[in-house]
């Protein structure tokens, strides 16, 4: 899987957009972007994930270069408890491949 | 969505014991999951990949005979920590593949004393 680069950490003020870079340069064709966090000692949560165009869920929005060597991920109007880790993973087009983790961003949303 | 849960969520030991954690697709089958180890401000580690009716698959630098993994159903596997030492104090955590993502159980954080 193509590795993944983001930034350590991040802050953002609650109930503006908070905007997480990802850069995947060496992704592949048949790699989808993944994004999952993890609030404080709980098991990571999947968030969004997208191929080449841009994708919107109730959690987040994903927008990918047309490139796709990067993307962001979107949280509209972050709350406290968006407060987390973020990883960014490029994964192989079967979903049931495991995963390997990056350092993440660490997303410190504050009042 | 689909649930994940892990038993025991924190779990003490002394060293030298085993602790065997519990790893359960409540709503769904599973004939893959995935063990994974985080300690303090690190990211996760793949630990190995347990597969449902045959040997668990090992990453490099993992013990087997330390780290014994059984799929014992399609909605059950299990991870046993043998002759635990304080090293193997961590997070452990697993997870199992839904059909466009994975589903990851709550963890479960060992301490060994």
């Known amino acids: 899987d193509a590795k993944t680069t983001q930034p350590p950490s991040m802050d953002c003020a609650e109930g503006r957009a908070a905007n997480l870079p990802c850069n995947h340069s060496?992704?592949?064709?048949?790699?989808?972007v993944y994004w999952y966090r993890q609030i404080h000692s709980q098991g990571p949560q999947y968030i969004i994930h997208?191929?080449?165009n841009n994708e919107t869920n109730e959690m987040a929005s994903l927008i990918i270069t047309e490139d796709r060597k990067s993307s962001t991920l979107i949280l509209p109007h972050a709350t406290l408890r968006d407060t987390a880790v973020y990883y960014c993973?490029?994964?192989?087009?079967?979903?049931?491949?495991?995963?390997?983790f990056g350092g993440g961003t660490r997303l410190m949303v504050k009042p | 969505g689909a649930v994940v849960s892990q038993h025991p969520s924190r779990v003490i030991c002394k060293s030298g014991t085993s602790v065997k954690i519990e790893c359960r697709s409540l709503d769904f089958q599973a004939t893959t999951m995935f063990w994974y180890r985080q300690f303090p401000k690190k990211s996760l580690m793949l630990m190995a990949t347990?597969?449902?009716?045959?040997?668990?698959?090992?990453e490099q630098g993992v013990e087997k005979d330390k780290f014994l993994i059984n799929h014992a159903s399609l909605t059950l596997s299990t991870l046993t920590v043998t002759s635990a030492h304080p090293e193997d104090s961590s997070f452990y955590i697993c997870?199992?593949?839904?059909?466009?993502?994975?589903?990851f159980g709550p963890g479960t954080r060992l301490t060994v004393t």
């Open positions: 997208g191929l080449k």
């Open positions: 997870s199992a593949p839904g059909q466009l993502e994975q589903y």
């Open positions: 060496t992704i592949s064709g048949n790699e989808y």
């Open positions: 347990s597969n449902e009716g045959s040997k668990a698959t090992y």
């Open positions: 993973i490029a994964v192989n087009n079967n979903a049931g491949n495991m995963l390997t």
